[in-house]
């Protein structure tokens, strides 16, 4: 709308009436009011902290000094759609296994409480000894229906635990981060969007004009696991004192040497932006392979799990009848 020509407090009234959702109406119209009142565009975001967080409110900063506003708003569009668009695939890496297992487990439940009870009415008709694969799995049978409030309560609360724990308390928010970025295939999927998220923002930030230290607050926050916030930090100490942000970085020691030797050549070459920008495209695509290979490879052994999982209760629960058959 800027582009266009439409005022600034006229493009807020249009967005806010023109949207669906009450609170989002609330919320813009809010922001219109406070420009109307003559407050600049960025003082008015920073009010709303929960929704505008600093790199926006920073880099809109930037435009209204430089007279560019369109420009960075411009700019930060195609760094959230980048950013969330980077977020929905690593959240698609993880919740399909978690899905299915949820899934698999609430299917194991029904089979053991509901199932499984009329098969052993059956056998003790029999008269004969069972199984031991068949026993086992009524003893399991059993044992569910007795207990399978407590262990879904043990489980939704181990959860919820867990959640407010990563929350509450900040060592264990990092070690539940370093937990990610050493997991198993995971981890190489966490590390490279950690690393793509860093570049993308210290990219926008840097193109933008901001400077570098001011910078590093934003690009902390952005990287979306703790122990790239505290590198983040450490980086902005280190480059405050004057080292280079290149050296910083390899001091970390979480950086590969591909992104380290980018940087480096876009500070000599005065280009940080643009060798931020083509390391943020190299992971970002890296991360869209990494998805694409863990969600192919896990849908046989998914599906052979399932397999194991329920056949071998369908089995346990025939072997008797099997056994049976041949006596007869």
């Given amino acids: 709308m800027m582009q266009a020509g439409v005022p ?31 407050v600049s565009l960025a003082e008015a975001l920073s009010k709303q902290p929960l929704y505008f967080d600093q790199l926006f409110v920073n880099l809109v900063n930037a435009g209204e000094q430089s007279g560019a506003l369109e420009t960075m708003l411009d700019k930060l569009a195609t760094y959230k759609e980048k950013v969330e668009a980077l977020k929905a695939k690593v959240k698609k890496a993880l919740f399909y296994p978690i899905a299915v ?8 439940v029904i089979l053991l409480v509901f199932v499984v009870p009329q098969f052993e009415e059956l056998f003790d008709s029999f008269g004969a000894d069972l199984p031991a694969l068949t026993l086992a799995v009524i003893a399991l049978s059993e044992f569910m229906q007795a207990w399978w409030w407590v262990i879904v309560l043990a489980i939704v609360g181990a959860v919820f635990g867990m959640l407010r724990l ?32 860093y570049s993308r923002t210290l990219e926008t930030m840097s193109a933008a004009g901001v400077p570098l230290v001011e910078a590093m607050d934003s690009v902390a926050g952005a990287c979306g696991n703790i122990v790239y916030y505290n590198a983040s930090k450490k980086i902005k100490d280190e480059v405050s004192q004057g080292t280079q942000l290149q050296t910083s970085m390899r001091n970390t020691g979480l950086f590969p040497n591909m992104a ?65 058959g041949s006596v007869v």
């Fill in 166 to 197: 990563k929350r509450t308390s900040p060592k264990v928010a990092e070690a539940f981060d370093r937990m990610a970025l050493k997991a198993p295939v995971v981890g190489d999927i966490a590390t490279k969007a950690a690393i793509a998220r």
């Fill in 101 to 108: 297992m949820v899934v698999a487990f609430v299917v194991t």
């Fill in 8 to 38: 600034l407090v006229q493009s807020f009234e249009i967005i806010g009436q023109g949207n669906d959702k009450q609170s989002m109406q609330k919320l813009i119209l809010g922001v219109k009011s406070e420009v109307e009142g003559g």
């Fill in 260 to 324: 380290i030797q980018m940087v480096s050549i876009g500070e000599e070459a005065g280009s940080l932006d643009a060798m931020l920008g083509k390391v943020a495209d190299f992971y970002e695509t890296e991360v869209d392979n990494a998805v694409d290979a863990l969600t192919s490879l896990l849908e046989p052994i998914i599906m052979a799990v399932l397999g194991v999982l329920v056949g071998g209760l369908i089995i346990a629960m025939y072997l008797p009848i099997f056994k049976l």
